[in-house]
């Protein structure tokens, strides 16, 4: 009697029912985030015009504040520099002014991509919207501003364009017979090529303020040390000194021995694929094997940290 009723129990208890499997920490979740927020573009690009908007609020000129500004910094420093470098003006304002102008971005992208999700912390909390919107916010407000700052690179090349439409040498202006220092083949249909080098920058603009962006809200102190370290990188990256007076020829001799590491640094070649067309000069194919390299490196890193810290970053901010 005992064992017909243990039976009985046995075959109707309930089953037992399988815990859902959670698709949070998955790379299909990260890749769909990333393409739910390139379809809200109406949402990124309202709120980065807004940033621009906001930052220049009741201001006469507005935005063009932006402009004047790179432009003052630009003319000071060309003139500072081209006299302190023994340089033509013509051929060295409109080197520093863009490379002003590239590296404005690039540093926007960075001091700006760490605080992406700290300062959206109200929106984060409230709108249900996919992470990367915040990001493509972020590269949008530094994408109008250096749109902005183009306007000075257009003025200073048109000023001083008969300097640049024609092989030149940013040491001693021109590249007459005999010359032997380095010669730039001037400005051309090649300059063009300035596009996709912008396209590329975008791109590595998006893998860096992702991924700083998550690092950064986790740990607090990664923004001061990343910080200090830009200001450092300025003044290792050729922007106010051309590389060309590492190299030899001219009146040098041989090559410097910081040339190599002017070249094992990154944002040199991030600079130059775009720099370097607009102003007229020779793109070499390391500097695009080098950006290609980092952005498949840079994407993949982004999108592991993504995929397992993307639903944290609501708890973290």
Known sequence: MHATSTVHAADGAAPTSVPPISDSKT???AFADIKTGFAAKELWGHLGWQDIKQRYRRSVIGPFWITISQGVIALGLGLLYSQLFHMPTATFLPYISTGFIIWGFISGCLSEGMETFISN???IKQLPAPLSVYVLRTVWRQTLMLMHNLIVYVIVVAIFFTALNHPYSLNTGNCDPGFS???HPGIGWYSLTAIPGFFMLAL???WVTLLLGIIS???RDIPQVISSIIQLLFYMTPIVWPVDQLMAGGARVDTSWALPFVHGNPLFHFIQIVRAPLIGQEVSINSWYVVLG??????ILALVA??????RVSYWV
């Open 181 to 183: 220092g380095i010669c």
């Open 27 to 29: 790379f299909s979740r």
């Open 294 to 299: 980092f952005t498949v490196v840079g994407w």
């Open 306 to 311: 993504m995929r397992n810290y993307r639903s």
């Open 121 to 123: 912390e109200g929106l």
């Open 217 to 219: 809200t986790r740990y």
């Open 204 to 206: 590595n603009a998006g």
